[in-house]
């Protein structure tokens, strides 16, 4: 299981409130609203991380069914084999009785015909386990993908919470616009993996 992101904000608010007490009031309305942003992509981030896990293991989970699938079809295969092989011995004492000018005994033909046969119905149960294969390890591939999107979000939303930090301890608003634009970013992200 991957890893948890964990954010610890308990800091940045100890250290943004410590700033708003320093500052007059025309700074500490920007600093607030700089936390607020903050808090949200920081609950924001933890949802995406959240689901981030939860894809990926879902997906695990789906292809490890896959290749147990492949490995039941493998098997059926060897049997359809087995069975060519029994078919073919069948055929082949057949074609000994034959040119010794003797007549083979009924029971080969039933035989080969009963091989035959039940080749049919292994070859068709190892065709639907490999067609249940494909679409376990296809739901496991969207998975992914969706896990993807999941992780470059909450990428971009500890970025956007770091931004929001150093936008409340230098007061500087093009860097908190910079926060809510990465932060965007992992919205949108999000949205897409949501979405896929």
């Given at each position: 299981?991957?890893?948890?992101?964990e954010?610890?904000?308990?800091?940045?608010?100890?250290?943004?409130?410590?700033?708003?007490?320093?500052?007059?009031?025309?700074?500490?309305?920007?600093?607030?609203?700089?936390?607020?942003?903050?808090?949200?992509?920081?609950?924001?981030?933890?949802?995406?991380?959240?689901?981030?896990?939860?894809?990926?293991?879902?997906?695990?989970?789906?292809?490890t069914?896959?290749?147990?699938?492949?490995a039941?079809?493998?098997?059926?295969?060897?049997?359809?084999?087995?069975?060519?092989?029994?078919?073919?011995?069948?055929?082949?004492?057949?074609?000994?009785?034959?040119?010794?000018?003797?007549?083979?005994?009924?029971?080969?033909?039933?035989?080969?015909?009963r091989?035959?046969?039940?080749?049919?119905?292994?070859?068709?149960?190892?065709?639907?386990?490999?067609?249940?294969?494909?679409?376990?390890?296809?739901?496991?591939?969207?998975?992914?993908?969706?896990?993807?999107?999941?992780?470059?979000?909450?990428?971009?939303?500890?970025?956007?919470?770091?931004?929001?930090?150093?936008?409340?301890?230098?007061?500087?608003?093009?860097?908190?616009?910079?926060?809510?634009?990465?932060?965007?970013?992992?919205?949108?992200?999000?949205?897409?993996a949501?979405?896929?």
């Open positions: 299981m991957p890893e948890e992101i954010i610890d904000t308990d800091k940045l608010r100890e250290a943004i409130d410590d700033e708003i007490e320093r500052e007059g009031k025309g700074s500490a309305r920007l600093v607030r609203w700089i936390a607020l942003t903050t808090a949200i992509l920081a609950a924001l981030a933890a949802i995406a991380s959240l689901e981030a896990g939860a894809t990926v293991n879902e997906a695990l989970v789906l292809k069914e896959s290749t147990r699938l492949q039941q079809a493998s098997d059926q295969w060897a049997y359809y084999q087995a069975k060519g092989i029994k078919a073919d011995v069948m055929q082949a004492s057949s074609s000994a009785f034959i040119a010794s000018g003797k007549a083979p005994p009924a029971s080969i033909a039933s035989q080969t015909a091989y035959t046969a039940q080749q049919d119905t292994i070859r068709g149960e190892a065709k639907k386990l490999e067609a249940e294969r494909d679409q376990k390890s296809k739901e496991a591939d969207d998975l992914l993908e969706r896990h993807h999107h999941y992780a470059g979000a909450v990428a971009l939303f500890q970025v956007a919470i770091a931004l929001g930090a150093i936008a409340a301890l230098t007061r500087v608003r093009a860097v908190w616009i910079g926060s809510l634009l990465v932060g965007g970013g992992g919205i949108v992200l999000g949205l897409l949501v979405l896929h």
